[in-house]
């Protein structure tokens, strides 16, 4: 079965860091653009940062600007999520979801858009 795994989720306190890892499961990462989902609770799952198929395009949710930084070694095949300076209410399940690119610089931005989903790490922020 097609799909991304997630790991690194966990309990941190406020102010603290975390790195979430994302691997690809019977498929590689090297087309495809990849997006970090939150989904809280009682709220919609939103796409909180992405990155293009080569890495040279990022975007983030402006409540994470500044402090979480997405990046992707091909080397490995591996996508990261470094959390800094987290706060309660970044606590959620976190999914990692691969998005086949049509062109190197694409980022796709609908829930739809994107081909393969794990099955999400949870993150807690909390004294």
């Known amino acids: 079965q097609l799909a991304t795994v997630e790991s690194g989720g966990g309990l941190v306190q406020p102010g603290g860091s975390i790195r979430l890892s994302c691997a690809p499961s019977?498929?590689?990462?090297?087309?495809?653009?990849i997006s970090w989902f939150r989904q809280s609770p009682m709220k919609e799952r939103e796409r909180i940062s992405s990155?293009?198929?080569?890495?040279?395009?990022?975007e983030y949710a402006n409540s994470v600007k500044g402090r979480f930084t997405i990046s992707r070694e091909a080397a490995k095949n591996m996508v990261y999520l470094q959390m800094n300076n987290l706060k309660p209410e970044d606590t959620g399940v976190y999914y990692c979801?691969?998005?086949?690119?049509?062109?190197?610089?694409?980022?796709?931005?609908?829930?739809?858009?994107?081909?393969?989903w794990g099955q999400g790490t949870q993150v807690t922020v909390s004294s």
């Open positions: 990155i293009s198929q080569r890495g040279r395009e990022t």
């Open positions: 979801a691969a998005s086949k690119a049509p062109y190197s610089d694409w980022i796709p931005t609908l829930l739809e858009e994107y081909d393969y």
């Open positions: 019977g498929f590689t990462f090297d087309y495809f653009a």
